[in-house]
């Protein structure tokens, strides 16, 4: 009977080293390289998110007028138009009762990344609202003034009317008075076109 070949000490310490530790380390190596790639990625994407973030918040509840913070706000409103969702979700806040709106979590998201907190933004909204109504009004009260006065002139209505041109343009001064600064309406006058699309007439 043939004798059965002796196989070498350092082959079996091999087998044995591939069998109970080389297959193991590589799993764990494995696994644990997948855990690393999970959490470095995380950790890259808060980075990227935090660096997203805005350096401030415009909190402060104002409807003080001041051209470069309303500037900001029709950028925002211009921003936010190009994407149709959200466009729907902005004129409807827009329009709804300042302070009892509940902003959509959406477009809270995109006024926070724009440095708007949703109340402050809106309050500014009610007052481009007001501005514009205001500067609406003082249109219609100049067209009114100029028709008249042509009227007049070329004698198609009686002297006695500057009675009412005088009235019309009390009302203008007033308004211009308590409603209006030249600031905001040099303001509303570049930008109306804006506000306008925004505003729901009731």
């Not at 044995?16 to 764990?28: H, I, N, S």
């Not at 008249?148 to 009390?170: C, G, N, V, W």
């Amino acid at each position: 009977m043939a004798k059965s070949k002796k196989i070498p000490r350092s082959k079996k310490l091999v087998r044995v080293l591939r069998r109970k530790w080389f297959k193991p380390a590589l799993y764990t190596i494995s696994i644990s390289y997948l855990i690393y790639l999970g959490i470095s990625n995380a950790v890259i994407q808060k980075k990227v998110i935090e660096e997203d973030l805005p350096r401030f918040m415009i909190s402060r509840l104002s409807d003080k007028f001041e051209e470069t913070e309303f500037s900001h706000l029709l950028l925002t409103v211009q921003e936010i138009n190009k994407r149709p969702e959200l466009a729907e979700l902005l004129k409807d806040y827009a329009n709804r009762p300042y302070p009892s709106a509940v902003c959509p979590k959406l477009l809270e998201q995109n006024l926070n990344r724009m440095n708007w907190e949703a109340p402050a933004f809106l309050i500014r909204i009610k007052k481009l609202f007001s501005m514009y109504d205001s500067y609406d009004h003082l249109k219609r009260l100049n067209a009114t003034i100029d028709f008249l006065a042509k009227e007049i002139k070329e004698r198609r209505l009686p002297k006695s009317f500057m009675t009412q041109i005088d009235l019309l343009q009390k009302e203008r001064d007033d308004l211009l008075k308590k409603e209006l600064t030249p600031e905001e309406y040099k303001f509303i006058e570049d930008y109306g076109g804006i506000v306008q699309k925004l505003k729901i007439e009731e």
